[in-house]
T-cell receptor
Framework: DVKVTQSSRYLVKRTGEKVFLECVQD?????MFWYRQDPGLGLRLIYF???????EKGDIPEGYSVSREKKERFSLILESASTNQTSMYLC???????????FGNGTRLTVT | QKEVEQNSGPLSVPEGAIASLNCTYS??????FFWYRQYSGKSPELIMF????GDKEDGRFTAQLNKASQYVSLLIRDSQPSDSATYLC????????????FGTGTQLKVEL
């Protein structure tokens, strides 16, 4: 069974802090994704990666960056957290092609 | 902008009835289609995926795809209270990275 693990379930940070969200998958998947989910807006893609050291912008990349130094790990970085980045963050992974996404448990981030 | 549209609901059905959830998409080049179930406070979990026109059945669930009408649906037979959740439709338009676009979800309530 695919396991996608996000390092924190809940996180509270202050405005201006640099925030790291970590995600690890154990199925040797090529593709990894970061989404955020907000009421009424659904899941929106922030960044994705289809290979080590490769990254592509999603629909809402502003204010975020990512790092994929190893195949199993994909990190989301908020360079300077702002209150409008308070959200549920979901990491996912998939094999190449058109295979389904498998999600982690999510990190609920609150920026005060 | 590639869009995936769902009625937000709530859709209320009595226990034992058939629940019908609908989704339309804008990109005619879309190649794969997914239904995810999301309980409140939890991450999405895959229910069904379908790639070809027609019906695909898995237990109490049936996914239906009509590419000509750009329409995909999910039927849940013998609905149970445990089916009460938000159902997300997701569409993969192909290209690199297996990028999915999600609808905002339909809330289903199965009443005793």
């Amino acid at each position: 069974d695919v396991k996608v693990t996000q390092s924190s379930r809940y996180l509270v940070k202050r405005t201006g802090e640099k925030v790291f969200l970590e995600c690890v998958q154990d199925m040797d998947h090529e593709n990894m994704f970061w989404y955020r989910q907000d009421p009424g807006l659904g899941l929106r893609l922030i960044y994705f990666s289809y290979d080590v050291k490769m990254k592509e912008k999603g629909d809402i990349p502003e204010g975020y960056s990512v790092s994929r130094e190893k195949k199993e790990r994909f990190s989301l970085i908020l360079e300077s957290a702002s209150t409008n980045q308070t959200s549920m963050y979901l990491c996912a992974s998939s094999r190449t092609g058109m295979s389904p996404l498998h999600f982690g448990n999510g990190t609920r981030l609150t920026v005060t | 902008q590639k869009e995936v549209e769902q009625n937000s609901g709530p859709l209320s059905v009595p226990e034992g009835a058939i629940a019908s959830l609908n989704c339309t998409y804008s990109d005619r080049g879309s190649q794969s289609f997914f239904w995810y179930r999301q309980y409140s406070g939890k991450s999405p979990e895959l229910i069904m995926f379908i790639y070809s026109n027609g019906d695909k059945e898995d237990g109490r669930f049936t996914a239906q795809l009509n590419k000509a009408s750009q329409y995909v649906s999910l039927l849940i037979r013998d609905s149970q209270p445990s089916d009460s959740a938000t159902y997300l439709c997701a569409v993969n338009s192909g290209g690199g990275g297996n990028k999915l676009t999600f609808g905002t979800g339909t809330q289903l309530k199965v009443e005793l």
